[in-house]
């Protein structure tokens, strides 16, 4: 079964650091996510891609997280500086056309950042 | 109000016991609701899909009620095996840009021997 690739599984950093996570979707799979998971809660979207195009970043915050998808295909997520509250999981996930209201998600392995 | 919402547990059942979790959702817009299951530490995978008609697969039945904004998952017979936190998930317009998918908070089920 296809999957959704993710690196690093794990991040320790320092606040004030740059840290930066990849994400690579199923091939064909038009829509990417990035969610934040803090412990103990349901994940948050952070941003949404249609192809290389942001649909929804609504809860990025944007003064120091970035995320990019320039070729509509794999995508980065940095944050600059981190703070110790930024420490969580953060889930990439892809679907086929995240415009079709059928459409589940698919989850990567996900990368746990822990900011010291 | 959250856009999901769900009690988080934890539910403590014997094994071969029948549990149920509830979900409500705050958008009426929505059109598309699923459960996923969450072992601790690992990434979100899909359980199942929720159909106006209601589904089951196999020991799972999944339930939608529209007019009350309601979804609900019912495992008979546990397992060992299905202790996990079960996310109810719905889906959020975004005008012309497609759908996003809201997570609730989880609700945790142990199942004990």
């Known amino acids: 079964e296809a999957e959704v690739a993710q690196s690093p599984r794990y991040k320790i950093t320092e606040k004030s650091q740059a840290v930066a996570f990849w994400c690579d979707p199923i091939s064909g799979h038009a829509t990417l996510y990035w969610y934040r998971q803090i412990l103990g809660q349901g994940p948050e979207l952070l941003v949404q891609?249609?192809?290389?195009?942001?649909?929804?970043d609504s809860q990025l915050p944007k003064d120091r997280f970035s995320a990019e998808r320039l070729k509509g295909v794999d995508s980065t997520l940095k944050i600059q500086p981190a703070e110790l509250g930024d420490s969580a999981m953060y889930l990439c996930?892809?679907?086929?056309?995240?415009?079709?209201?059928?459409?589940?998600?698919?989850f990567g392995n996900g990368t746990r950042l822990t900011v010291t | 109000r959250k856009e999901v919402e769900q009690d988080p547990g934890p539910f403590n059942v014997p094994e071969g016991a029948t549990v149920a979790f509830n979900c409500t959702y705050s958008n009426s817009a929505s059109q598309s609701f699923f459960w996923y299951r969450q072992d601790c530490r690992k990434e979100p995978k899909l359980l199942m899909s929720v159909y106006s008609s209601g589904n089951e697969d196999g020991r799972f039945t999944a339930q939608l009620n529209r007019a009350s904004q309601y979804i609900s998952l019912l495992i008979r017979d546990s397992k060992l095996s299905d202790s996990a936190t079960y996310l109810c998930v719905v889906n959020r317009p975004q005008g012309n840009s497609g759908y996003a998918l809201n997570f609730g908070k989880g609700t945790s089920l142990l199942v004990t021997p």
């Open positions: 996930a892809s679907s086929p056309d995240g415009r079709n209201y059928n459409s589940p998600l698919h």
């Open positions: 891609f249609q192809d290389e195009s942001v649909v929804d």
